[in-house]
């Protein structure tokens, strides 16, 4: 049978091109490639808590009413988030993760185009593609500074949704609360991805009263280690919000989802002693794999580092590291060729990781 006369006649031409996210493989697919147990592999490829969940957390997910559908209206955790979040809950959407967020903001605007400033997470241009916009990348400045002028362009030129990450994947910087301001008087609606704010502390959050285009997305996947239940929110104008809670799927986020979340916000300072463990070992990273002389970390406030790579391929040597069982995550693309960015774990995850790469030299 012919393309023509089969299936992919029914389906949309530009979809049969469209380059695929690439996401990190489960550990058990992993340790099959590799040939190396799952228990002993060293995971820094993700940004996930490797301190994983609290008990409280687990406690929470197994008494939850897994026959029942979870509440569409999202009553109780949207009230949690709002308190943790210092917003009303009318403010407050909660998805599948704040990839699932993406997803609704943008057939909520049905942009055109939308404006990202790369490097930068890969699902917003991802997800804006799938939805049949246009996708402008802005490239970032020598210190991976986004470029506000080229972004102001792309909106006077069209572009109706800017998403800009701070801290930023993979970079790890912030935005400035100015650079924050001036976004927001761009005619656009302006998403900011906060999914690492934990680790930094610097919210664009106080700005929501201002600015009615503003919208900040957060999750509970870095700081809470809930990454496998996939449960983040958005924070914006209660117009937004109300439109937003419209046009989501009814059961976006699970019962154990829902449970863990609300479990997470009443424990967090619980979880908070696990976050500052992950920034004091992103800090000894950084700081260990620096003196190696070769591998130069950027300032990050996530809890992950980028590291320029010099006098060696990157590429080789995240490979090299696969081999002896540690993870870490290389960008096959221009503007990165020469980084590795490592995922900041427990102290034990630095050691095997400082073990392997001292290997990976003497090689």
Not at 70 to 75: A, S, W, Y
Not at 149 to 154: G, K, M, P, S, Y
Not at 275 to 295: F, H, Q
């Amino acid at each position: 049978m012919s393309a023509e006369a089969g299936p992919l006649r029914f389906v949309r031409g530009d979809f049969q091109d469209l380059e695929e996210y690439v996401p990190v493989k489960p550990l058990d697919v992993l340790a099959r490639e590799i040939g190396v147990p799952a228990g002993q592999l060293v995971k820094l490829d993700a940004n996930e808590n490797l301190y994983g969940v609290i008990p409280e957390v687990r406690e929470a997910i197994a008494s939850a009413p897994l026959h029942i559908y979870p509440d569409p209206g999202q009553g109780a955790l949207r009230e949690a988030i709002a308190e943790y979040a210092g917003v009303t809950p009318g403010q407050v959407v909660a998805g599948a993760g704040a990839d699932d967020l993406i997803d609704v903001i943008i057939r909520l605007a049905g942009p055109g185009t939308i404006v990202t400033a790369t490097p930068t997470f890969g699902m917003y241009g991802f997800l804006a593609k799938i939805a049949g916009a246009r996708v402008v990348e802005s490239p970032r400045g020598a210190n991976f500074e986004p470029g506000l002028a080229a972004i102001e362009r792309a909106v006077d030129g069209g572009a109706r949704v800017v998403f800009l990450a701070s801290p930023n994947n993979p970079t790890g910087n912030l935005l400035s609360r100015a650079e924050v301001e001036r976004l927001c008087r761009m005619d656009a609606l302006v998403v900011i991805d906060e999914a690492y704010i934990e680790f930094s502390g610097d919210s664009a959050a106080p700005l929501l009263d201002e600015h009615s285009n503003l919208v900040i997305l957060r999750t509970f996947s870095k700081w809470a280690g809930l990454a496998g239940l996939r449960v983040g929110y958005s924070l914006s104008h209660p117009d937004l919000a109300r439109l937003m809670m419209g046009i989501k799927q009814p059961y976006n986020v699970s019962v154990a989802a829902d449970a863990a979340a609300r479990a997470a916000l009443e424990h967090r300072a619980q979880i908070f002693e696990t976050v500052r463990c992950i920034v004091a070992e992103r800090e000894r990273m950084a700081g260990l794999v620096g003196a190696l002389g070769w591998m130069t970390p950027l300032p990050s406030c996530a809890n992950f580092v980028l590291f320029e790579v010099k006098g060696r391929s990157a590429a080789g040597v995240a490979a090299s590291l696969r081999r002896r069982g540690v993870l870490v995550r290389y960008y096959d693309r221009p503007d990165l060729q020469n980084y590795i960015r490592i995922s900041a774990g427990r102290p034990e995850d630095t050691d095997r990781l400082l073990a392997a790469l001292r290997a990976v030299e003497a090689e």
